[in-house]
C-alpha cells in the first residue's frame, strides 16, 4: 500500500505544472503554450492566481490566452491516433476544433492493444 501512495504522489506532481514565477508576459506566454502542448485544458485566472507565487493581472492571463491558444492550434494539429498510440491522455481541449480528433484518439489508444 505504500508503494501504491507513493507513484500515485510521483505521478501526481510530475504532471503538475507550476506557473511562472515572473511578471513577465513573454514567460506567461510561454507557459500557456507549453500547458496547452502537453494537452492540459486551460486554466480560468483565478485558478492560476491561487498557484501562482504572486496574484497575476489581466495582462499577464491575456499573456497566457494567447500562449495557450497558439498552442493549442498546434497540439490540435498533429496526428491524434498517433498521441493515442502513445498512451497519452486526451483532455478534450482539441473537441471545438476537430470533432472527430476524440475518436481518432481513442482509435490510437485502442489500436496500440490491437495484435497485429
Known sequence: MKYLVLVFSIVLFGCAQSPPSTSNVDDWQL????TAMKG??????ATLSKSAASPIDSELYAAYDKGYEAGR??????NPRSLGRKGE????I???????????????AQS???LR
Open 31 to 34: 507557459f500557456g503554450e507549453q
Open 40 to 45: 492540459y485544458t486551460k486554466k480560468d485566472e
Open 73 to 78: 492550434i498546434e497540439y490540435c494539429s498533429q
Open 89 to 92: 491522455q486526451y483532455h478534450g
Open 94 to 108: 482539441c473537441d471545438d476544433i476537430d470533432k472527430w480528433f476524440r475518436i481518432k484518439f481513442e482509435g490510437g
Open 112 to 114: 496500440k492493444f490491437d
